[in-house]
């Protein structure tokens, strides 16, 4: 990790910082802080954890698809994916490894709140757990969402619609048990109360402050990872990432390496780090315009070999 200067910082990554507190240190990710081990030859799919993925709605089957295929890329053992009935045949035809779980669909095309005890069993035997890419937000969300946030005992990522209604109800935050990840686009984060007024960076302090039990990843262009006094900010990644689904790529990616053991805040670098560099790599090839989220999980591998 580099340590970067506030100078440096806002010649590199122009935001409103405003006055920051004197404790916070700001560092820069490299690779050699995030280096992925050997695998030991003498292994199986469970040496690498379950990873659960509780995404998708009428409407809003590409997402789930996304996580759960970055998930596979990115190495956890098995991925399990639980979407809706009513989007169950399209996202089962598209997940190249995934086990796909059908669980009651609700009148809107979401999941109904009636799946909660199938969902928790699940939970239970889960390494780690993503939940809210494409999920819809109605109050079935909202009762899945309690749910998991105050069941889980495994790490847990709130992301896309899950995020939304959390914003409704700040204190489920507090409730959660398990290790919390969330990883909110700027919308998303004024959604959950963040006042980006004073620049991201100190609203990503100011909102960790509040929350200390959580790591922010607060993304954009120099995605910020933000874990009590100290801030990461993420070098890869380009405007050719700008296309809706890119977020449901970096829950894959980020669950799969939860899934496989990995320390929270090394997971939540590690991912931002790949999942950037992973579309820097696609536009090299494809040019920034035309890189969709389906190429950031082609060129996963590439971005995963070079921290090897």
């Given at each position: 990790m580099k340590t970067l200067s506030m100078e440096d910082y806002r010649a590199r990554y122009p935001d409103r910082t405003g006055e920051l507190p004197e404790d916070l240190r700001l560092l820069e990710i490299q690779p050699d802080g995030i280096r992925l081990p050997k695998r030991n030859p003498v292994s199986h799919k469970y040496s690498y954890g379950r990873a659960l993925i509780i995404a998708g709605s009428t409407g809003y089957s590409g997402a789930p698809v996304l996580a759960a295929n970055a998930c596979e890329r990115g190495g956890a053992g098995l991925t399990q994916l639980v979407v809706p009935e009513s989007v169950y045949a399209i996202a089962a035809s598209r997940c190249d490894g995934a086990v796909v779980t059908p669980v009651p669909a609700s009148e809107a095309g979401g999941i109904r709140s009636e799946a909660l005890r199938q969902i928790l069993s699940l939970l239970g035997k889960a390494a780690a757990c993503a939940i809210g890419p494409g999920l819809g937000i109605n109050q079935d969300t909202r009762e899945l969402t309690e749910c998991v946030i105050r069941e889980a005992t495994c790490p847990l990522i709130l992301d896309a619609d899950a995020l939304t209604v959390c914003?409704?109800?700040?204190?489920?935050?507090?409730?959660?048990r398990a290790p919390l990840i969330l990883t909110p686009h700027e919308g998303e984060f004024r959604r959950l109360g963040g006042d980006l007024t004073k620049g991201r960076l100190a609203a990503a302090r100011t909102f960790t402050a509040e929350f200390p039990q959580t790591i922010l990843v607060l993304k954009g262009y120099g995605t910020l990872v933000c874990a009590g006094e100290e801030i990461s900010v993420n070098p890869t990644g380009s405007p050719a990432m700008a296309k809706g689904g890119s977020g449901d790529v970096l829950t894959g990616l980020l669950c799969a390496l939860l899934a496989q053991g990995f320390d929270l805040l090394f997971s939540a670098r590690c991912?931002?780090?790949?999942?950037?560099?992973?579309?820097?790599?696609?536009?090299?090839?494809?040019?920034?315009?035309?890189?969709?989220?389906?190429?950031?999980?082609?060129?996963?591998?590439?971005?995963?070999?070079?921290?090897?």
């Open positions: 914003g409704r109800h700040r204190e489920w935050l507090s409730a959660c991912a931002v780090y790949l999942h950037g560099l992973a579309g820097d790599l696609a536009r090299a090839e494809l040019g920034e315009y035309s890189v969709t989220p389906s190429d950031l999980i082609r060129f996963l591998p590439s971005a995963i070999q070079r921290l090897c």
